[in-house]
């Protein structure tokens, strides 16, 4: 049974019997303690009577003729429940439709996309196996190490070629007869030199010296060494230059009293300046060599080339199958809002069968209540009788006097139609919520495969 009825049945509403029907109205309508009393002088009912007597009988006829009218107000008020409950149950949805129109979209969708994401795929895959195969080759067992952007490392060759500009300037500026402005045009041509030597040194010489091909490494050790010994005679020449700018000026250089051994008389440096020239121009060499070597690009060569075609690849097909999944996913989303409407539309169509119930379960409880008072009132004026019969009579009173009076009427359970009518409706709500969720898990497991099969591409 449904619980709407059984919540109603626990609030039973106290009811008056309709006037006239009470015990002592029925009383005095019918005279009972009278006619118990003159029963009773005739020691009626006899000792071994079972059946009711007169004044009994008549006031189950009085009583019974009103539960006659209660129960046809029952019969019609249940009538009249169970033919709105029907009218307001839920109808059946079909939950196949949106899920076959949905399948037939996907498939188009998936036909669409099929030739696009299979490229995408099979550049991705031809990209990693590209790079599993150079890594087999060149003996490579580590991830590449590249920065994701160059754009820092060439700002920090910039900043070492202007530091290096500044100070060479100064120096040269000192005897320079064209002042800093020639100083300056001279540091910067040999700043400029100087970093793209020790870059062109560490990305063509130091990076090829590791390549597990030998004519390869010994290219690049030639290289690097060509490149080191241009950065070398650079670096004196513009040390040398500085000395020969301080000669033509005519200044002296004050080598001190000491006769100890001096590292740069091996190169004939005279002035600090040439020397301090040259110290600046290593320095920034190495750094610019370091930073060829490994700030622009994985140490070794062409390594960090395929890791970006394999890295691109794989973006490429992520976005490729992101788009075509949210293709993919547009005919289940549809689906699924028309799932949710079918299925709300009958939550809302049973909701409103259960307030029906619930308000048909008031209005018969009422009507039950009135019978309980009818048939309360029939016993306590049969009650009357028998006390009154007692009281009077010298015999002993019949046995059925220690019973209790039957019903005035039998007892209805006017709802079990409606009843029914809401737990089949229920019944009803609970398989369209399997159907609703059994066609989205298969449609969710068609696009599962679908999405595998364009993943795999073209057989």
């Given at each position: 049974m449904d619980g709407g009825q059984a919540k109603a049945a626990n609030v039973r509403p106290v009811a008056k019997p309709p006037q006239g029907l009470s015990a002592s109205a029925l009383d005095?309508?019918?005279?009972?303690?009278?006619?118990?009393?003159?029963?009773?002088?005739?020691?009626?009912?006899?000792?071994?009577?079972?059946?009711?007597?007169?004044a009994e009988l008549a006031v189950l006829d009085v009583v019974g003729a009103e539960r006659t009218r209660l129960d046809q107000a029952r019969h019609e008020a249940r009538a009249d429940a169970e033919r709105r409950?029907?009218?307001?149950?839920?109808?059946?949805?079909?939950?196949?439709?949106?899920?076959?129109?949905?399948?037939?979209?996907?498939?188009?969708?998936?036909?669409?996309?099929?030739?696009?994401?299979?490229?995408?795929?099979?550049?991705a895959a031809q990209a990693r196996a590209d790079l599993d195969a150079f890594k087999r080759a060149h003996e490579v067992r580590r991830q590449a190490v590249y920065p994701q952007s160059t754009l820092l490392q060439t700002g920090l060759l910039f900043c070492a070629a202007v530091f290096e500009a500044l100070f060479s300037a100064a120096l040269f500026a000192e005897d320079d007869a064209r002042g800093l402005l020639g100083g300056a045009i001279t540091a910067i041509g040999l700043s400029g030199?100087?970093?793209?030597?020790?870059?062109?040194?560490?990305?063509?010489?130091?990076?090829?010296?590791?390549?597990?091909?030998?004519?390869?490494?010994?290219?690049?050790?030639?290289?690097?060494?060509?490149?080191?010994?241009?950065?070398l005679m650079l670096n004196l020449f513009a040390a040398d230059w500085r000395d020969q700018l301080a000669a033509l000026a005519g200044r002296q250089v004050d080598l001190g009293s000491d006769a100890g051994f001096h590292l740069w008389s091996l190169l004939q440096l005279d002035s600090p300046q040439a020397i301090i020239l040259l110290m600046l121009g290593a320095g920034v060499w190495v750094f610019a060599a370091l930073k060829g070597y490994s700030g622009f690009d994985d140490p070794y060569p062409d390594y960090g080339k395929m890791d970006r075609a394999a890295h691109d690849a794989a973006d490429a097909l992520s976005d490729v199958r992101d788009e075509g999944r949210r293709a993919l996913e547009e005919p289940l989303n549809a689906a699924r809002a028309a799932l949710a409407a079918r299925l709300e539309k009958m939550r809302a169509e049973f909701q409103a069968m259960s307030k029906a119930f619930d308000a048909a379960a008031l209005k018969m409880e009422e009507l039950d209540a009135k019978a309980r008072a009818l048939d309360q009132a029939a016993a306590d004026a049969i009650h009357l009788y028998r006390l009154e019969n007692t009281g009077f009579r010298t015999a002993p009173a019949p046995a059925y006097f220690g019973s209790p009076p039957p019903a005035a009427g039998p007892a209805l359970d006017a709802l079990t139609g409606a009843a029914a009518l809401i737990d089949d409706a229920r019944t009803r709500l609970a398989d369209a919520q399997v159907q609703s969720a059994a066609a989205l898990e298969g449609l969710l497991a068609e696009l599962e495969e679908a999405t595998r099969k364009l993943d795999a591409g073209p057989a």
């Open positions: 005095k309508r019918l005279g009972l303690k009278k006619r118990a009393r003159e029963d009773a002088a005739r020691n009626l009912p006899r000792q071994d009577a079972d059946d009711l007597s007169a409950l029907r009218t307001l149950a839920p109808a059946p949805q079909d939950f196949n439709g949106p899920a076959l129109d949905a399948r037939l979209a996907l498939k188009q969708a998936a036909g669409r996309l099929a030739h696009d994401w299979g490229a995408a795929a099979e550049r030199a100087n970093v793209t030597l020790g870059f062109l040194a560490g990305f063509l010489g130091l990076r090829y010296l590791q390549h597990v091909k030998l004519p390869i490494k010994a290219a690049g050790a030639f290289a690097f060494a060509a490149l080191t010994l241009l950065a």
